[in-house]
């Protein structure tokens, strides 16, 4: 059974940092294709950083410079290192992987505001 467990939102201030955490389990992690995604109230779902099974990284435009994406394989984690976060980026953030399928976490609610 795939599990996405999303932790570290919370509130931050305009140009600071936050740092997401995403444990995985009941998936070949280390094959897999990770993502974070984020959504605000009346937006569409889009996506913020990506990580597949080969190493390759993505990042959407309005996140590059800022954000980092890591990914653990024998920890089974990804984490999504927030910096410089702009009131924009306030949403909710989820992890998600496609494993024969779609898997989404339950998100977390990162909020920037002073």
């Known amino acids: 059974q795939v599990q996405l467990v999303e932790s570290g939102g919370g509130l931050v201030q305009p140009g600071g940092s936050m740092r997401l955490s995403c444990a995985a389990s009941?998936?070949?992690?280390?094959?897999?294709?990770l993502a974070w995604y984020r959504q605000t109230p009346g937006g569409q779902r889009e996506l913020v950083a990506q990580?597949?099974?080969?190493?390759?990284?993505t990042y959407a435009d309005s996140v590059k410079g800022r954000f980092t994406l890591s990914r653990d394989n024998g920890g089974r984690m990804i984490k999504l290192q927030m910096d410089r976060l702009e009131p924009e980026d306030t949403a909710v953030y989820y992890c998600?992987?496609?494993?024969?399928?779609?898997?989404w976490g339950k998100g977390t609610l990162v909020t920037v505001s002073s």
């Open positions: 990580t597949t099974g080969r190493g390759e990284l």
């Open positions: 998600y992987t496609f494993w024969r399928g779609d898997y």
């Open positions: 009941g998936f070949f992690f280390s094959m897999a294709t």
